[in-house]
T-cell receptor, first 111, second 111 residues
């Protein structure tokens, strides 16, 4: 069974630029999560989708971050404009119910 | 907000030794997950716990769901060099599919 796919794996941008990340969850998983993981910390939930609806986006900085999951499968996370403090690994996870399975993450560096 | 206290923060052990780490919280959780994360990769699910008091093993790993539903521990027996990495606990908030992650335990094994 294929795992969670993410791209790109690495991205370097200048502050105030825009960036987008893509996630393809495990087939059949209704729930999709985006996490931000700052170096030395545990993952922090940004947004949770159930199919194509948002369940929880309480910790998403909505002035600059946006996410969508059209058709309830793939998802994209966008940052516009990026700040230095956005440098982190962005992890996508999917879940059929109680267990979460993570992708390899996208490491973002904002200069 | 909900927090998970994970300890110890880091451990240096000799190959062959047993390891124990735990997570505690003031919140009650429905499910506990334990992950291992290698550098540059996403967390990999090791063990899932679904009921208070549950004790589950996966090879040399054993984890337990605390009776109070506020804590969990992970034991690794007879450590080997490939056990090196960061271990995270994650607790699922009651009535949701939202998880809170611990701060991680960094394990180093000396051959």
């Amino acid at each position: 069974e294929a795992g969670v796919a993410q791209s790109p794996r690495y991205k370097i941008i200048e502050k105030r630029q825009s960036v987008a990340f893509w996630c393809n969850p495990i087939s059949g998983h209704a729930t999709l999560y985006w996490y931000q993981q700052i170096l030395g910390q545990g993952p922090k939930l940004l947004i949770q989708f159930q199919n194509n609806g948002v369940v929880d986006d309480s910790q998403l900085p909505k002035d600059r971050f946006s996410a969508e999951r059209l058709k309830g499968v793939d998802s994209t996370l966008k940052i516009q404009p990026a700040k230095l403090e956005d440098s982190a690994v962005y992890l996508c996870a999917s879940s059929p119910a109680d267990e979460q399975f993570f992708g390899p993450g996208t490491r973002l560096t904002v200069l | 907000g909900q927090q998970l206290n994970q300890s110890p923060q880091s451990m240096f052990i000799q190959e062959g030794e047993d390891v124990s780490m735990n997570c505690t919280s003031s919140s009650i959780f429905n499910t506990w997950l334990w992950y291992k994360q290698d550098p540059g990769e996403g967390p990999v699910l090791l063990i899932a716990l679904y009921k208070a008091g549950e004790l589950t093993s996966n090879g040399r790993l054993t984890a337990q769901f605390g009776i109070t539903r506020k804590d969990s521990f992970l034991n690794i027996s007879a450590s080997i060099p490939s056990d090196v990495g960061i271990y995270f606990c994650a607790g699922q908030l009651v009535g949701t599919y939202k998880y809170i992650f611990g701060t991680g335990t960094r394990l180093k094994v000396l051959a």
